[in-house]
């Protein structure tokens, strides 16, 4: 009798490791792909939410807001002996709802005075009036993205001339007040214990001068010419027309300090032109069963080397010594205050030329574009040569004669200019472009026929390595710095 064998289930090993859940929980991984929809769900609100209603709306209340503290602080300065005894000791909350019905003379209401005292009493006092500016400025900036004036730079010196305000007018102040604020009066009450009275107002004219000359930096030889040093104008006696002298003290008030930027000849790039240079090749046979033989000359005499008839010059870019004249510092006409000879002055003088307002003006100097490379042109002869010799056999297919050929090189393309045999038609090589650049390999090739001025046909051929042409190569040029002619 066989015995008979238990064989134990064979249970799956993966769901022997995986713990059995319990009815109604959740993995894990649900809980997470959950959060992670809910948080894709945020970014995706956030990503489609109109910013710019945020923008219009944040613009439009620092406007509302900068012209109403205007108003509130011009209102201050009249009437803050009326409301200040109600706002001071009270903080914002409770001055805006405490439960007295007596009205505020502010003319903004209870805001508006708050707002006042704020900024004018409790900051920087009668200079404070600035914020509303710099609001205004913050809020056209944000509304229409642009700026009425540098909003960086208007921004400080704002600031620079509201804390200096606060701290001038606090000198003139006992005590807390509407001229200097509690910033004004404290600095100068430690100020005037410091270094004294006189010092201290020595370092407020100090502190203005420095002010000024950061933020604006005026012209002083020209405010202090106008001031002092004006003649005044001689009376004439009553008649019907009266001579006015040019005052030439009151026109040098105004000439403007111009500062000369001379550029130096060793960083003017110099002009590229066309020379003629030629080359020799021993081995320059690109025709054998044409019936007009084609003749290579080279211009230089300890290379020359005539194989036919044709002639192929090669013209190489040579560099010329460039002068620019340096800048002409003139000055300003004199300036004649009565309007009642403009008649005269206009048979004088001319007709009104508006480029007499900026004479003095010079261009900058263009050692401030940058330099690319050197600016030469590097030429490969062999590949001038390779070219010229398919040229030829191309055009020798259609029996095409040809008595001279010139290549002139340029820092991008290569002009070849061909002298045809008597008898050849124009239009025949013309209509052989596509063929001479799929002969050449070339991208597109140009036919100029004839070129203008010259007896020839040029074809233009894109260099293997075409140079870079930059803008300051062409302002140093000769050409340029010499041109006499005017923009339209």
């Excluded at 800048?327 to 009104?352: C, F, M, Q, R, W």
């Excluded at 140079?467 to 002619?485: C, H, P, T, Y």
Aim: charge should be negative; hydrophobic fraction near 40%; charged fraction near 25%.
């Amino acid at each position: 009798m066989e015995e008979n064998e238990f064989i134990p289930h064979q249970v799956n090993s993966e769901q022997e490791s995986k713990p059995k859940q319990p009815r109604g929980s959740k993995s894990a991984s649900q809980k997470t792909e959950k959060s992670t929809k809910k948080g894709s769900g945020i970014l995706s609100s956030i990503k489609e939410f109109d910013w710019r209603k945020v923008r219009v709306i944040t613009g439009t209340l620092l406007m509302v807001y900068a012209v109403f503290l205007m108003l509130s602080c011009l209102s201050y300065f009249l009437t803050w002996q009326i409301d200040q005894d109600k706002i001071i000791g009270r903080g914002f909350f409770e001055f805006m709802f405490q439960s007295s019905t007596e009205p505020m003379a502010n003319w903004l209401g209870r805001f508006g005075a708050w707002n006042a005292h704020f900024f004018v009493y409790s900051l920087f006092g009668v200079s404070s009036i600035g914020f509303s500016f710099v609001f205004f400025l913050l809020g056209f900036k944000i509304l229409f993205d642009k700026t009425l004036l540098p909003l960086w730079k208007s921004t400080s010196t704002t600031f620079l001339f509201i804390l200096w305000g606060s701290y001038f007018l606090g000198y003139f102040s006992d005590k807390v007040n509407y001229l200097g604020g509690k910033f004004g009066f404290s600095l100068n009450e430690w100020s005037v214990m410091a270094f004294g009275a006189i010092a201290t107002m020595v370092i407020i004219i100090s502190l203005f001068y420095i002010v000024l000359t950061v933020t604006l930096n005026p012209n002083y030889t020209a405010i202090f010419n106008f001031l002092f040093s004006r003649e005044p104008k001689s009376e004439m006696d009553n008649d019907e027309t009266t001579t006015i002298e040019n005052d030439t003290s009151f026109a040098d008030a105004f000439d403007d300090i111009l500062i000369v930027n001379p550029i130096k000849e060793e960083e003017i790039q110099q002009d590229i032109v066309s020379e003629t240079v030629h080359f020799s090749d021993d081995e320059d046979d690109f025709i054998e069963d044409s019936e007009s033989e084609i003749e290579v000359v080279y211009k230089d005499p300890d290379t020359t080397f005539q194989q036919k008839d044709d002639e192929f010059e090669i013209e190489m870019p040579v560099e010329e010594d460039i002068f620019i004249p340096g800048p002409i510092v003139t000055k300003p006409a004199n300036i004649i205050d009565d309007e009642d000879l403009a008649s005269n002055l206009v048979a004088v003088h001319g007709e009104y030329d508006p480029t007499k307002d900026l004479e003095g003006y010079m261009l900058p100097p263009i050692d401030l574009m940058k330099e690319y490379g050197s600016g030469g042109v590097s030429v490969n002869k062999e590949e001038l040569e390779t070219n010229k010799d398919r040229i030829v056999q191309t055009l020798s297919h259609y029996k095409i004669d040809i008595a001279k050929i010139k290549a002139t090189v340029g820092p991008t393309v290569t002009l070849y200019e061909i002298v045809p045999a008597p008898g050849v038609r124009i239009s025949k090589i013309k209509n052989l472009e596509d063929d001479i650049a799929l002969s050449l390999s070339a991208l597109g090739i140009r036919i100029i026929a004839p070129i203008p001025g010259k007896g020839t046909i040029g074809i233009e051929v894109p260099n293997s390595n075409p140079e870079m042409v930059s803008m300051r190569s062409l302002i140093a040029s000769e050409k340029f710095q010499n041109f006499d002619g005017e923009l339209p």
